[in-house]
């Protein structure tokens, strides 16, 4: 059974930062792709950031490149997106997905090339 796990939101001021935790356990391969999407109400869900699980890969949306870094750590099965100036803008719920491909492109970030989701966790940047 696949779970999907994420922790770290909260409620930070604009310009501060936040690190999201993503822990995924019960894949039976390690050729898969660990994305970050966001979703503020009335809005559709927009990737954020993927990486490529067994290393090398990552992409970004342009509205977040040079401010969110995402990166795993294999030992903990986890992966992390750390954003930093974090805007208004930036308040969504934040999802984490893996979909069973092994590679991450702009393209990929999608929902519907995700399979396996976590429940979300919020994060609210205040002005």
């Known amino acids: 059974q696949v779970q999907v796990v994420e922790s770290g939101g909260g409620l930070v001021q604009a310009g501060g930062s936040l690190r999201l935790s993503c822990t995924v356990s019960g894949l039976t391969f390690d050729n898969y792709t660990v994305g970050w999407f966001r979703q503020a109400p009335g809005t559709e869900r927009e990737g954020v950031s993927c990486?490529?699980?067994?290393?090398?890969?990552?992409s970004y949306v342009d509205s977040v490149k040079g401010r969110f870094t995402i990166s795993r750590d294999g030992a903990r099965n986890t992966v992390y997106l750390q954003m930093n100036s974090l805007k208004p803008d930036d308040t969504a719920m934040y999802f984490c997905?893996?979909?069973?491909?092994?590679?991450?492109?702009?393209?990929?970030?999608?929902?519907?090339?995700?399979?396996?989701w976590g429940q979300g966790t919020q994060v609210t940047v205040s002005s």
């Open positions: 990486i490529k699980w067994s290393g090398g890969s990552s």
């Open positions: 997905a893996a979909a069973d491909v092994a590679y991450c492109t702009r393209d990929l970030l999608l929902a519907g090339n995700f399979i396996y």
